[in-house]
């Protein structure tokens, strides 16, 4: 039987290796493919503060998880537990898991897929990944998002609903020519929630 080729020791300094960003979550991997004869797959799975895994999912590799930073949630057995820094959580193949980052911190786990040739997959699953809607990343526990200073819903919300202060210094002009309608209108959008920008308007301005 003919000798496998010897291969060369792999060193990577932190955070190095093939990365694939995929919105909330973030995998890296270190050792694939030639790099370990298929025989195994090294990666790390980052998940920003909650933000949910793949889903339920089942598969012939075992998949054995070290977390490696901040609390991970896996599902296993058929029940959720929390995994601390530290902790060493097996599926053996044809078990149904997932995984999510319940917790305000971001989450890391260390992840053996064995056999290996994980990797060719990646394609597909990142396409899975940037193609969920940021609602759908969301774990059932995360909070309401806050809403932006300057987000239109926050800006109306702190509008006066009548600012007559404004009304008496910004009269509309008598017998406005069309432009002159125009410009008072955008300016009371600003100021004034009272009433909006009649819709035959709307439609020049744009």
Known sequence: M?????????????????AYAMGPVHAVFKADGEE??????????????YTRGPGAHEHEEDDVFFV??????????????DAPKGSLVIAPGGTTHDFENRTAKPAGALNFSVPGDFEPEMAEIADWFRARSPAASRTANAPPRPRSAKSPETVAANRPRVNAAWHA????P???TIEQRLEWHRAHAKNC??????????????
Do not use: D, N, Q
Request: glycine share 10%; net charge positive.
């Open 2 to 18: 003919p000798r496998e080729k010897k291969r060369a020791p792999i060193r990577l300094p932190p955070g190095a290796g093939r």
């Open 68 to 81: 490696i930073e901040g609390t991970m949630s896996f599902f296993v057995g058929g029940a959720w537990i």
């Open 36 to 49: 370990t004869r298929r025989r195994y797959s090294i990666s790390e799975w980052w998940l920003e503060p």
């Open 193 to 206: 929630g009272c009433s909006p920008m009649p819709a035959k308007l709307r439609a020049m301005s744009r």
């Open 174 to 176: 008598k017998r406005p």
């Open 169 to 172: 210094r910004h009269p509309m």
